[in-house]
């Protein structure tokens, strides 16, 4: 199966989605299963994994309807509070749901320190004891912080969204590969192939833009903890669908099949449990 591994939908808000900017007009729109279905099909996509744009338990609603109207979407990773102090009661709630397959927070907007917090922690814990999936959005400057959450949870699946997004327009690399290496010498966890065009320079990048970020993840996770995801449809912001798969299946066109699979597939398969 070729899986990606990150997209989202929506009905766009002008007032829930003031992240949306005006210089990112081109997703001040909605995006729905049925803009992403001929998509997909061009591009010989088999499914996706549908990730929480919205942190509200209506956003987690809202994708677990469209996954069970549309065959194709495998899995959600939903939004929760993870800080509440009724988690475990909301996660049971939840569990109703077959499809959901881990949770996110968009810890990339909060102060650093967010990730030591005692209730956000009970949080993953209640996580792990339901083998659910963690995706961690982050910057550069909170992967020491990520770091230490995992070395407290080494049961706990977490997957690093968006390569951590390292900030490829000013060319930084330092900050970003030394937390990287720390962080994938935990060999639990795993990252994805997604959100590299949006943190590079929109109308100036090429593939070669993309090089060395993709030499150092693949040099530390290997091929069997990385897994594509395209994004859609903020990457749009930056490249088409089509422009951006292209950047990674051009990459890893020098590895064997069965570690180009891994990769397009067979790990998010396996990280989210499909």
């Not at 997703?27 to 998509?39: E, M």
């Not at 209730?119 to 339901?130: D, T």
């Not at 693949?218 to 990457?235: A, I, N, Q």
Request: some cysteine; hydrophobic content about 40%; aromatic content about 12%.
């Amino acid at each position: 199966m070729t899986l990606d591994s990150h997209q989202h939908f929506w009905h766009y808000d002008p007032i829930r989605d003031s992240w949306i900017n005006e210089k990112m007009k081109v997703l001040k729109r909605d995006f729905l299963p049925k803009d992403l279905s001929p998509i997909s099909t061009e591009n010989k996509i088999d499914g996706c994994i549908a990730v929480q744009a919205d942190q509200s338990e209506a956003e987690t609603n809202f994708l677990v309807q469209l996954a069970l109207e549309n065959q194709f979407i495998k899995g959600v990773v939903g939004w929760i509070d993870l800080r509440a102090k009724n988690i475990s009661e909301r996660l049971d709630y939840f569990s109703q749901h077959k499809i959901i397959k881990g949770y996110r927070h968009i810890v990339q907007a909060e102060d650093l320190g967010f990730m030591t917090q005692a209730l956000f922690q009970n949080g993953i814990a209640q996580l792990e004891k339901r083998g659910l999936a963690y995706d961690i959005l982050i910057y550069p400057h909170q992967l020491q912080e990520a770091f230490e959450l995992v070395k407290k949870f080494p049961k706990q699946k977490f997957v690093v969204d968006h390569l951590a997004k390292p900030v490829i327009k000013e060319n930084e690399f330092a900050q970003w590969s030394k937390g990287i290496a720390q962080l994938s010498s935990r060999e639990d966890i795993y990252c994805k192939l997604s959100g590299f065009t949006t943190e590079a320079d929109w109308k100036s990048w090429t593939k070669d833009t993309f090089t060395r970020y993709f030499d150092f993840a693949l040099e530390h996770f290997g091929t069997k903890r990385l897994m594509y995801g395209s994004d859609w449809p903020v990457c749009l912001v930056a490249a088409s669908y089509t422009e951006q798969l292209n950047v990674v299946t051009d990459y890893i066109s020098r590895l064997s099949l069965a570690e180009k699979q891994q990769i397009m597939g067979g790990n998010a398969v396996e990280f989210y449990n499909i």
